[in-house]
């Protein structure tokens, strides 16, 4: 089943009242499907579900694309345009790639212009129930405790907001973050960069773009999983010596002006003013499990469905990054933007549509 698709429609953001500015049914009537998370594989899903007429909402605990608007400040997508847009709504960019500014708008665009039904800063607390008939408990920023019933439950809840910790003390000091905004507060200081992959290279790169004194800690011998036309500008550098290398190294102590390493086996003490610990992120694993949902221990995969995107809880479904556990690089918008029709699909079918 193909779900029909909407043109866009030019707007203007003044002198109009929001489009999700509606009336939330609480316990009363089922909805159709809870979706949770506003990211693209959440906001995809919302758009299938009022295409094919299924009474929905999107619940989402941050604002609009959370995720996105994490990214770092200057970020250009990898991605051209049409392979992170939604439905048949086009997105219009200035160069070749979207920005993270332009990304930013047109998610924000595609739910006024679509209407979409989404509740931003409402984080749910607890899912009970059954298939055919969930409730779910959530504490909305504005309206304080909510409750909703449903018929079918669409987890898209991400997994940039569960930080992988690396478990060292020190690491809840100030100077220790898991996210990188941009370099510029950080010129003329000492960083350490924590991870060996894409995002700690990315980061240490323009660390040192901005002036920061760079040094990178990674566990493995070599680098790994570098995108291809990323990894000759750090070999660059580092041959140069402006950023330094410290491989088979792990963290032990973060302390107010120095980090203590374990480079194999020696120990290793470093100036430092701040941390920026990039080692991935995963799914929420408390809040996946307390659904019913089995999460695989190896890689905290959920377990599910690859063509139904239904878990093992009949009626909740895992769609988005969260489908791939702690490999989330797997998984793009590219490809979890379809995700969520499928599951529309599969709801249709089981009500007799095809």
Same mark, same amino acid.
């Not at 030019?10 to 009242?17: D, E, I, L």
């Not at 009537?29 to 594989?41: E, F, H, W």
């Given at each position: 089943m193909r779900v029909p698709g909407r043109s866009w429609r030019?707007?203007?953001?003044? !002198?109009?009242?929001s489009p999700w500015n509606w009336k939330t049914r609480i316990g009363g009537? $089922?909805?159709?499907?809870?979706?949770?998370?506003? !990211?693209?594989?959440g906001l995809a899903a919302a758009y299938a579900a009022k295409q094919a007429g299924l009474d929905y909402v999107v619940v989402e605990r941050q604002c609009i694309v959370h995720t996105i608007y994490q990214f770092p400040t200057g970020l250009v997508f990898y991605s051209t345009p049409e392979l992170i847009s939604l439905g048949d709504v086009p997105m219009i960019v200035q160069g070749l790639k979207p920005t993270r500014e332009e990304a930013l708008n047109y998610y924000l @665009?595609?739910?006024?212009?679509?209407? $979409? @039904?989404?509740?931003?800063?409402?984080e749910v607390t607890r899912i009970s129930g059954q298939d055919g008939d969930f409730e779910i %408990?959530?504490?909305?920023?504005? %309206? *304080?405790?909510?409750?909703?019933?449903?018929?079918?439950?669409?987890?898209?809840? *991400?997994?940039f907001d569960s930080a992988n910790r690396i478990g060292v003390p020190g690491e809840e000091l100030p100077k220790v973050f898991?996210?990188?905004? %941009?370099?510029?507060?950080?010129?003329?200081?000492?960083? $350490?960069?924590?991870?060996?992959?894409?995002s700690a290279v990315e980061t240490a790169l323009t660390l040192y773009r901005a002036g920061a004194r760079v040094t990178m800690s990674y566990r493995r011998g070599a680098f790994r999983g570098i995108k291809y036309w990323v990894l000759p500008d750090l070999e660059n550098r580092i041959a140069e010596g402006s950023i330094t290398a410290i491989m088979d190294s792990t963290v032990k102590e973060i302390r107010q002006s120095e980090v203590v390493l374990d480079a194999a086996g020696t120990e290793c003490v470093i100036p430092n003013d701040f941390v920026f610990c990039m080692t991935g992120h995963g799914p929420d694993v408390p809040f996946l499990s307390g659904t019913g949902v089995e999460i695989q221990p190896e890689d905290n995969i959920p377990v599910h469905d690859p063509d139904t995107f239904e878990s093992n809880v009949p009626g909740i479904y895992i769609i988005g990054v969260i489908t791939a556990g702690n490999v989330s690089s797997d998984i793009f918008i590219e490809n979890s933007r379809l995700h969520g029709p499928k599951v529309v699909e599969h709801i249709l079918s089981q009500d007799g549509v095809s």
């Open positions: 030019t707007s203007t953001w003044s !002198g109009r009242s009537n $089922l909805y159709d499907a809870v979706i949770i998370g506003a !990211g693209p594989a @665009k595609f739910v006024e212009s679509q209407g $979409l @039904k989404v509740n931003t800063y409402e %408990e959530s504490v909305s920023q504005r %309206e *304080g405790n909510r409750s909703y019933r449903t018929r079918k439950v669409i987890l898209a809840t *991400g997994a898991h996210y990188f905004k %941009e370099g510029h507060p950080y010129f003329d200081r000492d960083v $350490l960069v924590v991870g060996g992959k894409s």
